[in-house]
C-alpha cells in the first residue's frame, strides 16, 4: 500500500515558526509537493523537492530526506492570512499523478 | 488569465441520476486531474489525463468516466449518481505530469446527491 501521514492540526501565534511534517511510504518516489488551501477553496502550490535539503521560497521552506522518507514545510513570520489547510503530495515516478495526504489545518491566532 | 475553470460551481441531484463536470483550462497544459475532496479525506485522484489522447485511473475511479475532449477540456462524467458521490470535485492541470509542473486547480464543483 501507499500512505502519506501529516499532522491533522496545527496551532500557532501570529510572528511565530511552525513546521508541518510529513512522512509518506510508497511504491517509488520522484518528488515531494505542498499545497495550500483557504477555507476549501482551490488548493495553490507552494513548494517542490525532489533531492535532499532545504528549498527556500520567501517565509516559506521545505525539506526532503529520502532517507527517512520524510519532509516538512516550514512556515515562518506566521500571519493570520496563513490560516489554511496544508497538503503534501507524493509523485511516485515521472508522469504519473500526485498522491495528497489528508492535509493540515493551521490556525493562526494573534 | 482565466487558469482553470470549472462549470457548474454547485449542483444537487437526485440518485440514479447522471451528470457530466466540465472542465476547460488556457494555460496550454498538457496534463489535466480531477479530483473529489471529503472531509477529512484530502484530495482522492479520480482520474488523470497525462497527454491528450490518454486517460488513466486514480484511487477512486469507480462510478465515474472521463473525456479528455481536447487539450483544453476534460470532462467528468457520473451516469447514475449515488450518495456517496457528494464531495466537492476539483479539476487540475499542469504543464506535464511531473510534480516540478505546479498543478493549477479550478474552483470546484460542489455536488450533492440526494
Known amino acids: 500500500g501507499q500512505s502519506l501521514e501529516q499532522p491533522s492540526e496545527v496551532t500557532a501565534v501570529e510572528g511565530a515558526i511552525v513546521q508541518i511534517n510529513c512522512t509518506y511510504q510508497?511504491?517509488?518516489?520522484?518528488?515531494l509537493s505542498w499545497y495550500q488551501q483557504h477555507d476549501g477553496g482551490a488548493p495553490t502550490f507552494l513548494s517542490y523537492?525532489?533531492?535532499?535539503g532545504l528549498e527556500e521560497t520567501g517565509r516559506f521552506s521545505s525539506f526532503l530526506s529520502r532517507s527517512d522518507s520524510y519532509g516538512y514545510l516550514l512556515l515562518q513570520e506566521l500571519q493570520m492570512k496563513d490560516s489554511a489547510s496544508y497538503f503534501c503530495?507524493?509523485?511516485?515516478?515521472?508522469?504519473?499523478?500526485?498522491?495528497f495526504g489528508k492535509g493540515t489545518t493551521l490556525s493562526v491566532s494573534s | 488569465n482565466a487558469g482553470v475553470t470549472q462549470t457548474p460551481k454547485f449542483q444537487v441531484l437526485k440518485t440514479g441520476q447522471s451528470m457530466t463536470l466540465q472542465c476547460a483550462q488556457d494555460?496550454?497544459?498538457?496534463?489535466m486531474y480531477w479530483y473529489r475532496q471529503d472531509p477529512g479525506m484530502g484530495l482522492r485522484l479520480i482520474y488523470y489525463?497525462?497527454?491528450?489522447?490518454?486517460?488513466d485511473k486514480g484511487e477512486v475511479p469507480n462510478g465515474y468516466n472521463v473525456s479528455r475532449l481536447n487539450k483544453r477540456e476534460f470532462s467528468l462524467r457520473l451516469e447514475s449518481a449515488a450518495p456517496s458521490q457528494t464531495s466537492v470535485y476539483f479539476c487540475?492541470?499542469?504543464?506535464?505530469?511531473?510534480?516540478?509542473?505546479?498543478?493549477?486547480f479550478g474552483d470546484g464543483t460542489r455536488l450533492s446527491i440526494l
Open positions: 487540475a492541470s499542469s504543464g506535464w505530469a511531473d510534480s516540478n509542473q505546479p498543478q493549477h
Open positions: 510508497t511504491s517509488g518516489f520522484y518528488g
Open positions: 523537492n525532489a533531492l535532499d
Open positions: 503530495a507524493v509523485q511516485k515516478k515521472a508522469g504519473t499523478a500526485l498522491i
Open positions: 494555460m496550454n497544459h498538457n496534463s
Open positions: 489525463s497525462a497527454s491528450e489522447g490518454t486517460t
